[in-house]
């Protein structure tokens, strides 16, 4: 086999290789499965059920990975859904640009309700510990707590815009937007090791 032979097999190889290996353990653009093409802005799987945000009144559901995907449809006005939590496929929650939060107790139905006392900022993040008391966040520094029935005023923190919050245990989270980090163990107070603004 002469030279070139061999430097355009291992190209060819080296191309194969990477390909596969991409497409087996690295990232793959998986747009095209979607019925839709939106600003997509937050997306929770438990196995082979997820959702994915970011239509007009629109959660984008999958019963089998990711492979087909249909539009579930939220009571209006509902706004941009922002960010959604499935506890388990009984209690599902999903959060929207008009300050609404709404619940579903079978998610995989698509049969969302407006909880009550949703604020009017706009929500950008939800989350729930492994137990008790779920929260959200968003405009003007403010932090909700939630429940299936109920959304109540938790803080409010300056002016901040919070677009992450996140619950790993279930008496400690986490909120961040901006430059303001804040921590919850019992109260929320700026991070120890982050001169957080207030």
């Known amino acids: 086999m002469k030279a070139s032979q061999k430097f ?7 191309a194969f290789s990477s390909t596969s290996t991409a497409q087996t353990y690295g990232w793959v653009d998986w747009s095209a499965h979607m019925p839709e093409q939106v600003g997509f802005t937050d997306v929770h799987f438990i196995g082979n059920e997820g959702w994915i945000t970011g239509g007009n009144g ?4 999958t019963t089998d990975g990711g492979q087909t995907f249909t539009i579930q449809t939220l009571p209006t006005p509902a706004g941009i859904s922002n960010s959604i939590f499935i506890r388990s496929l009984t209690e ?25 006392g ?24 403010r932090i909700y707590s939630v429940t299936s029935s109920a959304v109540a005023l938790d803080t409010t923190i300056g002016s901040a815009t919070f ?36």
């Open 163 to 198: 677009a992450s919050i996140v619950f790993p245990l279930s008496t400690q989270g986490w909120v961040c937007g901006g430059a303001t980090i804040r921590h919850k163990n019992g109260t929320w107070l700026a991070d120890q090791f982050y001169a957080a603004n207030s």
């Open 92 to 116: 599902g929650y999903a959060v929207t640009s008009t300050g609404r939060v709404f619940y579903a107790s079978n998610p995989v139905s698509g049969n969302w309700t407006l909880i009550s």
């Open 58 to 61: 629109k959660l984008y559901h």
């Open 118 to 141: 949703s604020p009017t900022v706009a929500l950008f993040s939800i989350h729930f510990p492994p137990s008790g008391t779920g929260y959200t966040c968003g405009n003007s520094g």
């Open 8 to 14: 355009l097999l291992l190209v060819l190889l080296a």
